[in-house]
């Protein structure tokens, strides 16, 4: 039986900075878009093993290796098409090579040729973790020179990619802010997502990441305030256009 509302020909990537955020963030989205056909893709920088919550871990790397099955875990709950962790530094992407990273996340857009992209915005989300902002400046720049052949054009000539223009890049965002972090000021919300139907199991894929189930109750406590939506600010459209309220993230974007 075809999917009602099938949208089997698109495909959506988040670019996350730690394990966790797949689902904290952009949960909603990636079940509600993948339930609709859409192929989703999750880019994580980091393996999370500068956490302060450790779990068993008795070393960094037998923290990575945990938070990566987790992530794992997670992405399978999400029902996620494909998932990656890299391997760049948590707790350290402000000091982590800007042109390095940039030309990663281009290689992965176009090969992937996402028709939407989701990240963090630049003021990091409501934790201000800088990890969060410089995710944030990495993959708006990515998002901006994948579709130019005089960025990166060495991955056009060696390795036969050729540029990708995705058509809309969204910041999540919040309706609120958590009092005992440093001051933010969050983009204002441009597209609120429904995810009633999938808020369990958001929550589930978060619970996904036993290690660091001292932060339960601040992420429940943070989904009650958000309720069963998810805001998003659109940072850049391939059309240009005035900014309008969207309940939908593939609104105006074609197949192809």
Known sequence: ???????????????????????????????????????????????????????????????????????????????VSQAEVLAYPDGALAEANFMRIVGDLVRRIRDFRPHVIVTFGTEGSVTTHPDHTMTSLFTTAAFHWAGRANRFASQLEKDGLSPWRTQKLYYSTASFTLPERPPVSLSPASAIID?????????????????????????????????????????????????????????GVSAG
């Open 1 to 79: 039986m075809p999917l009602e509302n099938d949208r089997s020909a698109f495909r959506l990537m988040a670019v996350t900075a730690h394990p966790d955020d797949e689902a904290g963030g952009f949960g909603g989205a990636l079940l509600k878009y993948r339930e609709q056909g859409v192929t989703t893709n999750v880019i994580c920088l980091t393996e999370g093993q500068a956490a302060t919550h450790r779990g068993n871990a008795g070393s960094g790397a037998e923290l990575a290796h945990l938070r990566r099955k987790e992530f794992a875990a997670s992405c399978k709950i999400l029902n």
């Open 195 to 251: 995810i009633a139907l999938h808020f369990e199991r958001k929550i589930a894929a978060f619970h996904a990441h036993e290690s660091q189930s001292p932060l339960f109750e601040i992420f429940g406590l943070m989904m009650r305030q958000r309720g069963t939506e998810e805001p998003y600010h659109l940072a850049a459209n391939i059309h240009p256009s005035l900014m309008e309220m969207e309940t939908d993230l593939f609104t």
